[in-house]
């Protein structure tokens, strides 16, 4: 069966520091792969999206992801964040065939302090 | 564009009784659509699945006739939590998508306490 992990539930971070978030998956056979952010109250919103093509995925707001196929992993990234990308973020993947179910992530709660 | 909602976003209601809630693909049409239910500190956990017309598809573990699912339109899907129970209350959110292979879009989800 697939699985999402996300080895970090909670990261404080400073105004303009370099943001990693860790995303592993399991599953043998092609996969898309997403990064989804809730604000506060709000509900979730699509980052960035992989589905084939150049590993390096761009986003919204600054955010970047990469897909190493040997690691299974897509792991998330801001050079410099604010205050502003406090937030819930979930990695979520959808394996092949015709299903277009997600599998999520525990997801990482970001503080990025003033 | 993509934008879906959800009514109610929050709703209270008494042990037994039953509570729909309905999500919306407002600028879109949905030929699929997916409830999940959301618990605190943890992740989204998939329901089901509907496809406009046909039967929802269940998630081991979800009861159908408890979690009752309707997709008649390919805008519209309502999940109606029947006899609702105080350990049913929970974060229920919808998503919808476009066509198979496309992108899921959130409601913003129906935060249910059963008293």
């Known amino acids: 069966a697939q699985s999402v992990s996300q080895h970090n539930h909670h990261v404080i971070l400073s105004e303009a520091a370099s943001l990693e978030l860790g995303c592993n998956y399991s599953?043998?056979?092609?996969?898309?792969l997403f990064w989804y952010v809730q604000y506060p109250g709000q509900h979730l919103q699509l980052l960035l999206k992989y589905f084939s093509g150049d590993p390096l995925v761009k986003g919204i707001k600054g955010f970047e992801a990469e897909f190493i196929k040997s690691k299974f992993s897509f792991n998330l990234r801001k050079p410099s964040v604010q205050w502003s990308d406090t937030a819930e973020y979930f990695c979520a993947v959808k394996g092949g065939g015709a299903t277009n179910k997600l599998i999520f992530g525990t997801g990482t709660l970001l503080a990025v302090q003033p | 564009g993509a934008v879906v909602s959800q009514h109610p976003s929050r709703v209270i209601c008494k042990s037994g009784t039953s509570v729909k809630i309905e999500c919306r693909s407002l600028?879109?049409?949905?030929?699929?659509m997916f409830w999940y239910r959301q618990f605190p500190k943890k992740s989204l956990m998939l329901m089901a699945t509907?496809?406009?017309?046909?039967?929802?598809?269940?998630e081991q573990g979800v009861e159908k006739d408890k979690f009752l699912i309707n997709h008649a339109s390919l805008t519209l899907s309502t999940l109606t939590v029947t006899s609702a129970h105080p350990e049913d209350s929970s974060f229920y959110i919808c998503?919808?998508?476009?066509?198979?292979?496309?992108?899921?879009?959130f409601g913003p989800g129906t935060r249910l306490t059963v008293l």
């Open positions: 998503s919808a998508t476009r066509a198979r292979a496309d992108t899921q879009y």
């Open positions: 600028d879109f049409q949905a030929t699929t």
């Open positions: 509907s496809n406009e017309g046909s039967k929802a598809t269940y």
């Open positions: 599953y043998g056979g092609t996969v898309n």
